[in-house]
């Protein structure tokens, strides 16, 4: 019999062409893995899960005796439930670097993007409504030469700091869990505390891991921190900031702007509040979605995955204790 793996919401599936005849797929895509019951069928007998944001909990778990390896189509990894994983001798897997300059464009592009009003121009001039020269109500602000401010200097957060730098002349500021010596270096980066950051920036972006310590970092009092004139970059996970409290800061124009590529609930909801506002530049999580950089964040995936199966150690294992020794 087959070796079973599941294949969840996992787009570019020419990828799995790497795994040879001793394992059988199964895909599952848009399913509720809570209730789907071919998936629930599925996970009696997989040695294997390869995708994107599927919650591995204990319940998942229970249902999935044969399981050796989740192989996560992404750098982020927070839909992991790593303890309970590690418990089972079950190991995690990420997708990093690979998909650092796709992802820092993508955020830089937004940033840019609401602070010289791009989105909302764009439909200005598609709707008909250039017809003389602009007055101050197209006006927006600059980019160059103000200072950032990263919350979240890993890898993607110091290739922000790299455009920022060096092709905006911007001054970066961070805040980190710990200091990023590479970046003071090549990017002039400048540690500080939160607060400060909050309070001296123009743009702050938001890029860390979601965890326990950066759920609902940015709340209330954290906007009203920063400048009126700031423009605020979520480009993390959605559950990193208290979307009510941006929606307020919004409203009472304690903030210039925003720009999210994450939500709390993603797909967002049409009538969200967020999506009223004209000067909320909104992306669907589009961080890593180029053709070039999902193929290499999918071929990372099998590889990863395919290591787990062989009883090889995975190059991106982000629970090592679960590693059981080739
Ligand atoms: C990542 O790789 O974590 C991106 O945000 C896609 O989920």
Not at 49 to 67: C, T
Request: aromatic share 8%; proline share 4%; with cysteine.
């Amino acid at each position: 019999m087959k070796r079973k793996i599941i294949a969840y919401n996992f787009v570019l599936t020419e990828a799995l062409e790497q795994l040879d005849d001793r394992f059988e797929v199964e895909y599952f895509d848009g399913i509720n893995p809570k209730t789907d019951s071919a998936f629930l069928d599925a996970l009696k007998q997989a040695e294997g899960i390869v995708g994107l944001a599927l919650p591995v909990d204990k319940e998942l778990l229970e249902h999935a005796p044969l399981l050796k390896i989740v192989s996560n189509n992404s750098t982020g990894f927070n839909n992991l439930s790593l303890d309970e994983m590690t418990k089972r001798g079950v190991m995690g897997t990420n997708t990093p670097g690979v998909l650092e300059d796709t992802t820092a464009d993508a955020i830089f592009g937004i940033l840019l993007a609401a602070a010289r009003r791009i989105a909302e121009l764009d439909h200005f001039v598609k709707a008909g409504h250039w017809t003389g020269h602009l007055t101050t109500e197209q006006y927006a602000i600059d980019v160059h030469h103000k200072t950032l401010g990263i919350i979240g200097m890993g890898r993607i957060g110091s290739t922000i700091a790299k455009r920022g730098h060096l092709g905006f002349d911007m001054k970066i500021l961070y805040h980190n869990r710990s200091r990023n010596i590479e970046a003071e270096e090549k990017y002039d980066a400048t540690y500080c505390d939160l607060d400060t950051l909050l309070k001296k920036s123009d743009f702050v972006c938001l890029m860390p891991p979601l965890t326990p310590e950066t759920e609902n970092l940015i709340g209330e009092r954290e906007f009203k921190l920063m400048k009126n004139s700031c423009v605020f970059v979520n480009g993390s996970r959605g559950k990193t900031v208290d979307e009510s409290a941006l929606i307020e800061a919004l409203r009472n124009k304690e903030i210039y702007g925003a720009a999210l590529d994450v939500y709390r609930i993603e797909p967002i909801n049409e009538n969200h509040p967020l999506l009223q506002f004209p000067n909320v530049v909104t992306t669907p999580h589009i961080g890593s979605s180029t053709f070039e950089t999902e193929l290499k964040m999918a071929n990372l995936a099998v590889e990863n995955l395919l290591a787990g199966l062989t009883g090889k150690r995975p190059k991106n294992l982000v629970n090592p204790e679960a590693f059981k020794g080739e």
